[in-house]
């Protein structure tokens, strides 16, 4: 077990390895007797289940005589998706969890100013208009290159790379070894992984950028954003990521890369899990997305398993007391963490060589973390930003340049960032 200190966003230090929409109405369906029905929509990954999220709810359940907690995955294409058509119905969920865009923030009801809402990891980071919306379990990180020490020795890859043209240059000796350098995929994936390689480059020397975008004084087409995208559009073309990554799942890419084949991944720290229960398995390392300048980059990172309230519920104060069990009880908290490897001050759990790795990693950076995805607070993106982005970047695999999706990206940021 490894142990440390927490400083939100900005500087984490050595962390402890621990355990737009539409309103509407709430119709709830309360079984017979009066007992309330908290409905929960959740984020479902191969290791967040709908059975792990009811064994993590069950202590809650045992000790509130009178409570149902109904656990719901997304019918459409993720969170905010499946929320956008359930308040369109007029029947959203009691708490969210797993949605962050700051969009969703004006649905939400506002946490109370309560110790265990401030000591929710990003809690201040988060805040809006002097409200905390979201309390999240803990911290993740979501710039990391997971890769086969296997094929690295093959290939003849010595060392891992430091800078971006390092790593070109051995994903195409990758390539030549008979491995498919970069596993990329479809899905969601694309322009998630695409953020975690590029928002460390971006946010190193501006840390506030999505802000500043908002502002008009930055755009995609004058940024590293638009030099990283000029360098996976090389990826493409030389063949170091699949062709038909628009196709492959999620599930797949996990497949491939412990079957093996693929040599190298960029994901989050959740991908220990997967990698630890694949059979047979890789012996797989861990380096940060590399830079152009070979300097340390920070991790790009983001609250683990944030929770918010709608204000449409029905049951608020339960579905409150409900987010303030699963982000303050300890064993909840535990259970939440260890499962993804996620980081939390004052939590400790087993934790495996490779998640001990990551932790390293953060320490070497000095706790250094920026923005992923939709970003927190004020430095937030518009709602739908990590979908278009997605869009944009999967729409390289078919002819799509750098330059044009740069100018794409600028476009759509000036049209639905927030008056």
């Known amino acids: 077990m490894v142990s440390g200190s927490r400083r939100h966003l900005v500087k984490l230090g050595a962390i402890a390895i621990s355990a737009a929409l539409l309103t509407g109405c709430s119709t709830g369906s309360d079984s ?7 409905r929960m929509l959740v984020n479902i990954t191969p290791v967040l289940t709908k059975q792990f999220y009811k064994d993590l709810v069950a202590g809650y359940v045992a000790s509130h005589p009178g409570v149902k907690v109904t656990i719901e995955a997304p019918t459409g294409r993720g969170i905010e998706d499946t929320l956008k058509q359930q308040l369109a119905a007029g029947s959203p969920p009691d708490i969210l969890a797993g949605g962050q865009n700051t969009a969703l923030a004006g649905q939400m009801e506002p946490l109370p100013d309560e110790q265990w809402v401030k000591d929710a990891p990003f809690a201040e980071a988060s805040e809006l208009d002097g409200k905390v919306w979201m309390a999240g379990t803990g911290v993740q990180l979501q710039s990391l290159v997971f890769y086969n020490k296997a094929a690295f020795a093959k290939a003849g890859v010595t060392g891992t790379p430091k800078t971006v043209d390092e790593f070109t240059a051995a994903l195409r000796k990758l390539k030549g070894a008979g491995y498919t350098p970069l596993q990329t995929g479809g899905e969601w994936t694309t322009g998630a992984q695409a953020l975690m390689m590029a928002n460390p480059n971006v946010m190193n020397t501006e840390p506030q950028w999505y802000a500043k975008r908002n502002k ?22 030389d063949g170091l990521v699949p062709k038909d990554a628009n196709g492959i799942k999620y ?18 720290n959740w991908l220990v899990a997967s990698l630890a229960e694949a059979k047979p398995g890789i012996d797989a390392g861990v380096f940060p997305v590399p830079t152009f300048d070979g300097s340390t980059p920070p991790q790009a990172a983001n609250p683990a398993m ?8 029905r049951h608020a104060d339960a579905a409150i007391d409900l987010v303030k069990y699963l982000v303050s009880d300890k064993k909840a908290i535990t259970k939440a963490l260890s499962v ?42 518009p709602a739908g930003f990590p979908a278009e982005f997605n869009t944009q970047v999967q729409s390289m695999y078919l002819g799509t340049t750098a330059d044009q999706v740069a100018g794409a990206m600028d476009k759509w940021w ?6």
């Open 216 to 237: 008009g004084s930055v755009t995609f087409a004058g940024s590293n954003y638009a030099k990283y995208l000029g360098v996976y559009q090389s990826w493409i073309k």
């Open 32 to 38: 017979a007797g009066g007992d309330k029905n908290i």
């Open 414 to 419: 000036a049209a639905n960032a927030p008056k």
């Open 340 to 381: 993804e490897g996620n980081f939390r001050t004052g939590y400790s759990y087993e934790a495996s060589p490779l998640t001990k790795d990551i932790v390293k990693l953060l320490d070497e950076a000095g706790g250094k973390t920026v923005a992923i995805g939709p970003g927190l607070g004020d430095n937030s993106s």
């Open 251 to 268: 599930q797949d890419m996990i497949n491939n890369f412990t079957a093996g084949k693929s040599a190298t991944m960029v994901m989050g």
């Open 306 to 313: 944030p929770y918010s309230v709608l204000k449409s519920s």
